[in-house]
Each structure stands twice: as structure tokens, then as C-alpha cells.
């Protein structure tokens, strides 16, 4: 079965601060994709990144910066110098290969104070 | 259209009631997908489909709830007999293709609430 672990239910941080978001998941496919998307209080869903099970190499978006580690089934957020605008709920997704559905985490809510 | 148009955005209805809602996806877009959102938790599948073929309605939770996408195009949730339990955010999403690596555009979502 699949599963995506979002064990920070809230972090808030002051501004500027550094926070990483961390995501475990569970899968039996040797070939899935991983993602990231983020809900801000207006309520709408925002991708902000995919990844296949065959590239381990981490990514780096400006402020945001993704590590993907197989070995310890995870992919992992880190948003640098936080600003209030970064203040959201962020959720991780998995899918299979063969598999169209995405199994969602229970997120993670992000407050950044100023 | 330029994004996915889900209506209405609220849904205010008395427990017993039929509800529909609608999802227009991106123009040319082949899957449609249909996620349910309770507050304080990830989506969840309830259904998709390719064209206007349903794939898979595993998801949806008893057979008060169908959806149909006759024209390959826009979509409709049905729920008959609204409870209190289906109160949540419905989210509809479209992607280009058919793959598991799917980047899926979601709508704004209609919120329903039963009383």
C-alpha cells in the first residue's frame, strides 16, 4: 500500500528564519513520482514540484529547495529566508507508476509570523 | 478555458437534498479527476476519468455519489440524498495526459455544507 507522512501537523516561525517541512512515504512501486503543492489561505492547490523515483538529485527554486533521499523514503522541504507570503499549508503527494491516483499527506500548515 | 472552472464555489443545502456540481476543465485537457477535501486533511480520490470514459469510481463512497462526463469535456458530481458527512470541499483537477507523473490543475473547489 502507499502512504505520505506529514508528521509536522504546524511549525510557525518568525520571518526570515529557515524551516524545513519533511515528508515520508511508503511505496512497493520501483517507479513512482513525488510532489509538493501548496494550499495558501485562499484555498486553492499550487504545484510547486515533481519527482521522479529515478532522479535523487535535489533541486533548488530560489527560496525552496527539495531533498529527495531514497534510502530513508523521503522528500523534504526547505523553504530559506521565510517570508510572511510562504504562510500555507503544504502538502505532499505521491503516485505510482501504473497508479493515476495521488495519495495525499495530511499536510502541513506553515505560519510565518512577521 | 484558461484555468479549471468548478461551480458553484458554495453549496449550502438540507440533508436529503440532491446536489450537482460542476467542473469545466482546461480546454484539451484528456483526464479529469474528482478529489474530495475534508477540513484539516489531504485530498482524497474519488474518481477519473479519460475522455469521456469513467476509469475507475473506486473512490467515490456509496453509490449516492456518481459522476459522468458525457462529452469528454465538462464534468458533473452528483450526490443524492446529501448527509452531514458529505459536508467538505470537492475538488476537481485536469491534466494534459494519462500518466502517474501527471502534474494535475486543480479548481478553487465547491464547498459544500449540509445541514
Known amino acids: 500500500a502507499q502512504k505520505v507522512t506529514q508528521a509536522q501537523t504546524e511549525i510557525s516561525v518568525v520571518e526570515k528564519e529557515d524551516v524545513t517541512l519533511d515528508c515520508v512515504y511508503e511505496t512497493r512501486d520501483t517507479t513512482y513520482y513525488l510532489f509538493w503543492y501548496k494550499q495558501p489561505p485562499s484555498g486553492e492547490l499550487v504545484f510547486l514540484i515533481r519527482?521522479?523515483?529515478?532522479d535523487e538529485q535535489n533541486e533548488i527554486s530560489g527560496r525552496y529547495s527539495w531533498n529527495f533521499q531514497k534510502s530513508t523514503s523521503s522528500f523534504n522541504f526547505t523553504i530559506t529566508a521565510s517570508q510572511v507570503v510562504d504562510s500555507a499549508v503544504y502538502f505532499c503527494a505521491l503516485s505510482g507508476g501504473s497508479n493515476y491516483q495521488l495519495i495525499w499527506g495530511a499536510g502541513t500548515k506553515l505560519i510565518i509570523k512577521p | 478555458g484558461a484555468g479549471v472552472s468548478q461551480s458553484p464555489r458554495y453549496k449550502v443545502t438540507k440533508r436529503g437534498q440532491d446536489v450537482a456540481l460542476r467542473c469545466d476543465p482546461i480546454?484539451?485537457?484528456?483526464?479529469l479527476y474528482w478529489y474530495r477535501q475534508a477540513l484539516g486533511q489531504g485530498p482524497e480520490f474519488l474518481t477519473y476519468?479519460?475522455?469521456?470514459?469513467?476509469?475507475?469510481k473506486s473512490g467515490l463512497p456509496n453509490d449516492r455519489f456518481s459522476a459522468e462526463r458525457p462529452e469528454g469535456s465538462i464534468s458533473t458530481l452528483t450526490i443524492q440524498r446529501t448527509e452531514q458527512r458529505d459536508s467538505a470541499m470537492y475538488r476537481c483537477a485536469s491534466s494534459r495526459i494519462f500518466s502517474g507523473a501527471n502534474v494535475l490543475t486543480f479548481g478553487a473547489g465547491s464547498r459544500l455544507t449540509v445541514l
Open positions: 480546454s484539451g485537457h484528456v483526464s
Open positions: 476519468f479519460n475522455y469521456e470514459a469513467q476509469q475507475d
Open positions: 519527482r521522479n523515483s529515478f
